[in-house]
């Protein structure tokens, strides 16, 4: 986790300061609104942005200087955006408290994927959504970027699996072109979901 704190030591943002595309898209589709909350944020790139669009926003991320980039961000964009520092292994998840919850390439071994997607089904407001644009575990092969070890990556069935019982608005595992920042550059292996809690 150190290398994460270290990686974020820099005044340049390494992955840029424009919404992952499978989020805004999904924001220019769906106009959600109320509480949301960014795990493994990073340097707020979303965070930010849907503040923007007039959300609600928490970010939380492990990295003390990754959150310190969220907020100047979201003070040099004159947004909101309240940090908070997590480690996603011992998060405690608020029953019911978000209506939108966002997870975009954050990769952790999988007793933590498993954790956090229960917590997520936890804290998501009956009729909240989840959008998710994570690393598959195709990605190794395309040498661009991403994690190494294959359990930090993610497979189609344990991804729709774990959300069995949601209502499925969007699903993808393929090649996608990504040009975040200078760390996301290139054909990459995706998994994208997007999701809601049913309404009570």
């Not at 959300?55 to 939380?60: D, F, G």
């Not at 990769?107 to 933590?112: E, I, L, S, T, Y």
């Not at 994690?147 to 969007?170: C, D, M, N, T």
Request: hydrophobic residues 40%; negative net charge; contains cysteine.
């Amino acid at each position: 986790m150190a290398t994460w704190h270290e990686r974020f030591q820099t005044t340049e943002y390494v992955y840029g300061t424009e919404p992952n595309e499978f989020i805004e898209m999904m924001q220019n589709k769906l106009r959600l609104s109320g509480r949301a909350l960014a795990i493994a944020e990073g340097e707020g790139r979303n965070a930010v942005y849907l503040a923007g669009q007039g959300m609600h926003v928490t970010a939380w991320d492990f990295a003390r200087s990754g959150l310190a980039k969220t907020e100047r961000l979201a003070e040099e964009r004159r947004v909101g955006v309240l940090t908070e520092q997590v480690d996603l292994a011992e998060a405690e998840w608020a029953e019911e408290a978000w209506d939108l919850i966002i997870c975009v390439f954050g990769h952790f071994p999988k007793d933590v994927q498993h954790k956090t997607f229960d917590g997520i089904k936890r804290a998501l407001k009956p009729g909240g959504h989840f959008l998710m644009e994570v690393y598959s575990v195709g990605q190794p092969a395309y040498g661009t970027v991403g994690p190494k070890q294959e359990s930090f990556l993610y497979r189609p069935e344990e991804v729709l699996e774990a959300f069995r019982g949601f209502k499925l608005i969007h699903f993808f595992t393929g090649e996608v072109e990504r040009h975040e920042g200078k760390l996301h550059n290139g054909l990459s292996h995706v998994i994208q979901l997007a999701c809601q809690k049913p309404a009570e």
